[in-house]
């Protein structure tokens, strides 16, 4: 399909190949899928990267602790669910191996939340419940990929009866507006 813009009219003609593109002075003639692939790439060097988003989260962390006084997770993992292969692509904090061996029971409050689709970027959930290295948080960080938060000492019950929580919910918060406005991507 081909839409032509005429200049000085609101008046759209739509002809089976291309595309004419008016601006003052220009016209220029550009087929669908030029435009289609042009647009792909830009996308492609726009997304985030891994190495990014690492950084912003290790920021998020050291401005969430400042704020708290001590520090709310102390285990940070972006991990991808993508095409039902889970793998860790990115991980912070004190049990690497063991992290991804108790993955399973671990992520049992956070399951339902993980499997929703009607997640999007940037949306987080919490459980209130989790002890110990069961997880705390999850956040959506690109298409199938989520960064999971976890206090492994204490729970998000105990974290919230602090006062000081409120305050370092601001960088989680502005954390996920970050992803919102620029996904992660990775490549498979």
């Known amino acids: 399909m081909q839409a032509r ?22 016209n220029w003639l550009v087929t669908w899928p030029s435009i289609c692939c042009v647009v792909r790439q830009q996308a492609k060097r726009m997304a985030m990267k891994l190495d990014q988003a690492t950084a912003l989260i290790k920021s998020c962390a050291e401005q969430m602790n400042a704020r708290y006084q001590k520090m709310v997770f102390d285990e940070w993992a972006i991990i991808s669910l993508a095409a039902q292969k889970g793998r860790i692509l990115a991980y912070l904090g004190p049990r690497q191996a063991g992290f991804q061996q108790n993955f399973r029971t671990d992520v049992r409050e956070l399951r339902e939340g993980l499997l929703n689709d009607e997640y999007t970027v940037g949306d987080f959930e919490f459980a209130r419940h989790g002890v110990g290295p069961a997880f705390e948080a999850f956040m959506v960080v690109g298409e199938g990929m989520y960064l999971i938060c976890n206090n492994t000492v204490q729970s998000m019950d105990g974290i919230t009866k602090d006062p000081r929580w409120l305050g370092a919910q601001v960088p989680f918060v502005e954390l996920s507006d970050k992803f919102r406005a620029d996904p992660l991507a990775v490549a498979a």
């Open 5 to 26: 813009y005429m200049r000085g009219t609101s008046q759209v003609e739509a002809t089976p190949k291309l595309v004419e593109i008016a601006r003052p002075g220009v």
